[in-house]
């Protein structure tokens, strides 16, 4: 019974900011790694951050590096993406991801969330 829950989402004017939240539950944060993905209407989706199950050790895209923060919470059940100085580019549905691998690639995760709209827009 993994599952993730994505919320947090919504509406906010450029160079505001956001924080989305994932919560788990049929496993541990000291199990998996946590990636935070985005994916706009005809594009790709993009790895944005994502967080090891063993050191806290990060990473960051280019596109968001400086303005996205991935953190833990302390019951080791929740995954924040603090979103600071966002762009209408920002614009996307996001999606937190769980799995033994590591980085950017949405195949090395297993499991999935049911995404958050995020909008950027004034």
């Known amino acids: 019974q993994v599952q993730l829950v994505e919320s947090g989402g919504g509406l906010v004017q450029p160079g505001g900011s956001l924080r989305l939240s994932c919560a788990v539950s049929g496993f541990t944060l000291d199990d998996y790694a946590i990636g935070w993905f985005r994916q706009a209407p005809g594009k790709e989706r993009e790895g944005l951050s994502c967080?090891?199950?063993?050191?806290?050790?990060?990473y960051y895209a280019d596109s968001v590096k400086g303005r996205f923060t991935i953190s833990k919470g302390s019951a080791k059940s929740t995954v924040y993406l603090q979103m600071n100085g966002l762009k209408p580019e920002d614009t996307a549905v996001y999606y937190c991801a769980a799995g033994t691998g590591w980085g950017p690639l949405p195949d090395v995760y297993d499991y999935w969330g049911q995404g958050t709209q995020v909008t950027v827009a004034s």
């Open positions: 967080i090891s199950s063993s050191d806290d050790a990060s």
